[in-house]
């Protein structure tokens, strides 16, 4: 089946740095990704569309300064938190399309677990 | 816009229980529905979809069925075991572009 994989797992950084998540298809391409934030016991929103070599589209009210996205390759597709800060803490998670496994294949990564202190 | 609302949690049952989480939705057009897991510390399993009216999804002994009338895909288990313990969300895809509507989430706590 379908495996997305998203690194790191979990990442703890400092104030004002930057943080680099990856999320890899790895048995299949995908054109499109998407980044989605979860806070503490509650649900996912989406923040971004990642397009293959096009620009990524937001969600109304997230920054696209602070969240960078960059999908250079049909297997992978970066977000950096850029100066980061603890209101940025959250599990980020990557999903992909299979298209293989037709419109609604949609196969969902481990998660990244940001703690910024 | 589009939206989902799950039934309250947490729940918590004993082994061997019936387990019905409810779902409804909101959404224009004719949506794709589903149900995602998710394990302590873990990413999103996707547990079953359906994709039109009348519909069934099932996968491990869960149980959707999508029903237009009511707007509803009620999550159900016949018998549930310790290891189904998890969040589970109920989401909806209005378009093939693969943006999804989650809802709030469901913690499942079963006790041997």
């Known amino acids: 089946g379908a495996v997305v994989s998203q690194h790191p797992s979990r990442v703890i950084c400092k104030s004002g740095t930057s943080v680099k998540i990856e999320c890899r298809s790895l048995?299949?391409?995908?054109?499109?990704m998407f980044w989605y934030r979860q806070f503490p016991k509650q649900s996912l929103m989406l923040m971004a569309t990642?397009?293959?070599?096009?620009?990524?589209?937001?969600e109304q009210g997230v920054e696209k300064d602070k969240f960078l996205i960059n999908h250079a390759s049909l297997t992978l597709s970066t977000l950096t938190v850029t100066s980061a800060h603890p209101e940025d803490s959250s599990f980020y998670i990557c999903?992909?399309?299979?298209?293989?496994?037709?419109?609604?294949?949609?196969?969902f990564g481990s998660g990244t677990r940001l703690t910024v202190v | 816009g589009d939206s989902v609302t799950q039934m309250e949690g947490p729940v918590t049952l004993s082994e061997e229980a019936f387990l019905t989480i409810n779902c409804t939705y909101t959404?224009?057009?004719?949506?794709?529905l589903f149900w995602y897991v998710q394990y302590p510390g873990e990413g999103l399993q996707l547990l079953l979809k359906a994709t039109k009216a009348d519909d069934k999804g099932s996968n491990k002994g869960f149980e959707a069925t999508y029903r237009k009338e009511t707007t509803s895909f009620h999550l159900e288990k016949g018998s549930v075991q310790v290891s189904d313990s998890a969040v589970y969300f109920c989401?909806?895809?209005?378009?093939?572009?693969?943006?999804?509507?989650f809802g709030d989430g469901t913690t499942l706590t079963v006790k041997p």
């Open positions: 990642s397009n293959e070599g096009s620009k990524a589209t937001y």
């Open positions: 959404a224009t057009g004719y949506p794709s």
């Open positions: 989401a909806l895809s209005a378009t093939n572009a693969g943006k999804s509507t």
């Open positions: 048995d299949f391409q995908a054109t499109t």
């Open positions: 999903s992909a399309r299979d298209p293989r496994q037709g419109n609604y294949g949609y196969t």
